[in-house]
Structures are given as structure tokens and as C-alpha cells.
């Protein structure tokens, strides 16, 4: 994701290769759904909702080592972790 502009379709695709490195993993994955409240039958419903596609990034973003590991593996700068998770919380912009 070097040198592109952050935009909603960038930030969903981000957030979802997260839940796919989150899959990869039965204990992290657990983690997120007892914090979250959300079951595997639900992930799979809500994976296109930009609030819970938020919610995966705050869990990497909580978890420095979780969120290196998830950098590292898929070459993603962990700005831009940063940039999706607002861009999809639909926080207003500082500019």
C-alpha cells in the first residue's frame, strides 16, 4: 500500500486481509471474537460492514505484536493500518 491514497475500497480490503491473518490464527481469532461478541456465522455477515471491519483493525491496533506480525506478512506500513481504521470508523478528517 506505499504511496496510495487511502480510500474506503483500499481500507475495507486492508481490513479484511486482517481477518484473514486473524483466521490464520485459532487463538488470536478467539480473542477477537470473545472481545468483539461476534461468532464465525456472524463474521461472515458482517464482513462487509465498515464498523466491524474497524473493529478488526482496533484489535491489531491494540496488540503491537499481532499488528508487526500482520505488517511484516502481508508488506503493509502499519500507517496505513492506522488510516484504514479511520477512514472505516468514519471519524471526521483533522483536515
Given at each position: 500500500?506505499?504511496?496510495?491514497?487511502?480510500?474506503?475500497?483500499?481500507?475495507?480490503?486492508?481490513?479484511?486481509?486482517?481477518?484473514?491473518?486473524?483466521?490464520?490464527?485459532?487463538?488470536?481469532?478467539q480473542?477477537?471474537?470473545?472481545?468483539?461478541?461476534?461468532?464465525?456465522?456472524?463474521?461472515?455477515?458482517?464482513?462487509?460492514?465498515?464498523?466491524?471491519?474497524?473493529?478488526?483493525?482496533?484489535?491489531?491496533?491494540?496488540n503491537?505484536?499481532?499488528?508487526?506480525d500482520?505488517?511484516?506478512?502481508?508488506?503493509?506500513?502499519?500507517?496505513?493500518?492506522?488510516?484504514?481504521?479511520?477512514?472505516?470508523?468514519?471519524?471526521?478528517?483533522?483536515?
Amino acid at each position: 500500500m506505499k504511496d496510495r491514497r487511502m480510500t474506503p475500497d483500499l481500507a475495507a480490503t486492508l481490513a479484511l486481509n486482517a481477518l484473514a491473518f486473524l483466521a490464520a490464527s485459532e487463538d488470536a481469532m478467539q480473542r477477537f471474537m470473545d472481545l468483539t461478541g461476534a461468532g464465525r456465522e456472524s463474521l461472515r455477515e458482517r464482513a462487509d460492514e465498515p464498523e466491524f471491519l474497524a473493529s478488526v483493525l482496533d484489535f491489531l491496533l491494540t496488540n503491537e505484536g499481532l499488528l508487526l506480525d500482520f505488517s511484516s506478512e502481508t508488506s503493509t506500513d502499519v500507517r496505513a493500518v492506522h488510516m484504514a481504521r479511520h477512514i472505516l470508523s468514519g471519524e471526521p478528517s483533522d483536515a
